[in-house]
């Protein structure tokens, strides 16, 4: 079975840094444009950060551009979200998610991913 495992979110104070991993089973994870979203309560889930099969693209949200970076090794079938200076407003449980085979770049819409984690918790204190 496909499986997508997030991990590396905790509660943080405002200004500090995580690192979320998520590691991807049952796929070819190198021929799988992966991406970062993330759900606040009673909100929509949103786009947050998607990389392409190589690394070699990357596309942001607006909120989190200049704060995040998304990164990937293909040889761990490991993507990776770092996330510095954090704002309350980060507070989310956050999702990768592994688009269809036929995509080689990333994208912002969640309805190309045919795959997503169970979800990582990120508070952020103010």
């Known amino acids: 079975q496909v499986q997508l495992v997030e991990s590396g979110g905790g509660l943080v104070q405002a200004g500090d840094s995580l690192r979320l991993s998520c590691t991807a089973s049952?796929?070819?994870?190198?021929?799988?444009?992966m991406g970062w979203f993330r759900q606040a309560p009673g909100k929509e889930r949103e786009f947050v950060a998607t990389i392409s099969w190589s690394g070699g693209s990357t596309y942001y949200a607006d909120s989190v551009k200049g704060r995040f970076t998304i990164s990937r090794d293909n040889a761990k079938n490991t993507v990776y979200l770092q996330m510095n200076s954090l704002k309350p407003e980060d507070t989310a449980v956050y999702y990768c998610a592994a688009a269809g085979a036929t995509y080689s770049r990333g994208n912002k819409f969640p309805n190309v991913y045919d795959y997503w984690g169970q979800g990582t918790q990120v508070t952020v204190s103010s």
């Open positions: 049952g796929l070819t994870f190198d021929r799988r444009v």
